[in-house]
């Protein structure tokens, strides 16, 4: 399962590890998810989503119905 968020679509960004000696490894920053239910009132129904934190601001902001509407205009399922 791919570590996106359902609401921004973030991933996980990739870079190095460079150390006081400059031996670099590979390394990745992970997107901060968090699963989260939330209950759509014009459905009646309950939705499970993946999102990052940054996402869970953006619902409060503009509602769920909103971003459901967005995510579904996307050709994704909800």
């Not at 006081?20 to 014009?42: A, I």
């Not at 990052?52 to 399922?77: F, H, L, N, P």
Request: proline share 4%.
């Amino acid at each position: 399962m791919s570590r996106r968020c359902d609401v921004t679509g973030a991933g996980p960004g990739f870079g190095n590890n460079v150390p006081w000696s400059k031996h670099k490894t590979k390394r990745r920053w992970d997107v901060n998810l968090q699963t989260k239910r939330y209950f759509l009132p014009s459905e009646g129904r309950h939705v499970k989503l993946r999102v990052s934190t940054k996402g869970i601001k953006i619902i409060d902001r503009d509602g769920i119905e909103a971003v459901v509407q967005r995510i579904r205009a996307q050709g994704r399922k909800v």
